[in-house]
Every structure is written in structure tokens, then in C-alpha cells.
Nanobody, 125 residues
Framework: VQLQASGGGLVQPGGSLRLSCAAS????????MGWYRQAPGNERELVAA???????NHADSVKGRFTISRDNAKNTVYLEMNSLKPEDAAVYYCNARGVKTRAYYTGRVSVNDYWGQGTLVTVSS
């Protein structure tokens, strides 16, 4: 299973970006998907998460500005980021939890968690 994140870049304060993260592989289902971020010198923190049923959770620092969504048919999670602030600058990582896959030859079903490679968001004038 691979998670490919995209959409990061340089944006001015007050601007917007949309991050995408697509999971690929022999995926049967994914429970939760989410976005984390890590700024230099800081620990990785949860930004937002969404269940397979569409229940969302956003960090207080981004409520009202960021919106997480997902397309289950595409195994893709999105993060719409508006009114960006300099303190939002970080490497953003997508995460998929409870990923159920079936092995090609054995048919064995496994459940694991996966991380994407990260995409850099820079907020600066």
C-alpha cells in the first residue's frame, strides 16, 4: 500500500491550498484517514481526521479554516485549507488507519496503518 500526498506549496497568508492523498494497492477498505503536520522543532500533530462514515475531527487550531473530506471509492482524502497563517507552515503527512488488504497469491487479509511521504506547506509573504 502506498499513500501519495500532493498539493503542498508556497502561499501567502490568507491564501488557500488543497491537499490530496491517494492510497493505492490491493485495498479492501480503510477505516480512518487523516492529516498530521510537523513544523521544525515541533512534534507531529493531528490536523484533522475522518472515519469511513464521514465523521470528522478537526484540531482546534484549524477549526473553521480547514476541512477534511474523503472519497471512499478513490481511497483518497483531501484537506481544504483556507485563511492560511504563517503558523500553519509545516510538512503535512497523510495517514490511513485500519487498511484492510488481501494478498495476491495467498488471499490472506491483513490490517495495517500507513503514512504518506509528506508534502510541504509554506505560508509566507
Amino acid at each position: 500500500v502506498q499513500l501519495q500526498a500532493s498539493g503542498g506549496g508556497l502561499v501567502q497568508p490568507g491564501g488557500s491550498l488543497r491537499l490530496s492523498c491517494a492510497a493505492s494497492g490491493r485495498i479492501l477498505s480503510i477505516n480512518d484517514m487523516g492529516w498530521y503536520r510537523q513544523a521544525p522543532g515541533n512534534e507531529r500533530e493531528l490536523v484533522a481526521a475522518i472515519t469511513s462514515d464521514g465523521i470528522t475531527n478537526h484540531a482546534d487550531s484549524v477549526k473553521g479554516r480547514f476541512t477534511i473530506s474523503r472519497d471512499n471509492a478513490k481511497n483518497t482524502v483531501y484537506l481544504e485549507m483556507n485563511s492560511l497563517k504563517p503558523e500553519d507552515a509545516a510538512v503535512y503527512y497523510c495517514n490511513a488507519r485500519g487498511v484492510k488488504t488481501r494478498a495476491y497469491y495467498t488471499g490472506r487479509v491483513s490490517v495495517n496503518d500507513y503514512w504518506g511521504q509528506g508534502t510541504l506547506v509554506t505560508v509566507s509573504s
